[in-house]
């Protein structure tokens, strides 16, 4: 129904946010060195992570219990919670507390976990798909 095609759009949006978290995490500090007028620019870098995992959060939490609760993969879940909240920390704790590559090592790997949880449930639901199709009643 159209809560379960709403669980591959959420996904997606969770891997895309995911994936600027990323690219704004690893590809900014190489923008500034091979461009360095772009450090004049007003990009707070504290604030720019905050705003992404307050988007990456919800739409993630979302996606995933709307996948797992659909598809009964609880293990996927767990993965999703895991990346998740190495997210929260990699913001609450920021450089402050695990400096500069702590938070970016954090995040990457936090993001990538996250991914990863919504690409399995994202094919979890293509196969299901498929033997449906493939085996119809």
Known sequence: TQMKQLSPTADK?????????VIHCLA??????????????PLN?????????VAVIPTSAYALTLGCKAHKKA??????????????????????YLGELGE?????VSTAIVAYAH???????KQVTNVIVNNPK
């Open 45 to 53: 870098q504290e604030a720019f992570h905050t705003w992404m995992v």
């Open 104 to 108: 970016k090592v954090l995040t990457v």
């Open 75 to 96: 293990s996927i879940a767990i993965y999703g919670v895991l990346g998740l909240c190495g997210l929260i920390g990699s913001v609450l704790l920021g450089e402050h």
């Open 119 to 125: 690409v399995e449930i994202s094919n979890f639901a």
């Open 13 to 21: 949006f969770a891997i895309v946010f995911s994936a600027m978290c």
């Open 28 to 41: 900014l500090p190489l923008l500034l060195i091979f461009i360095p007028s772009m450090a004049s620019l």
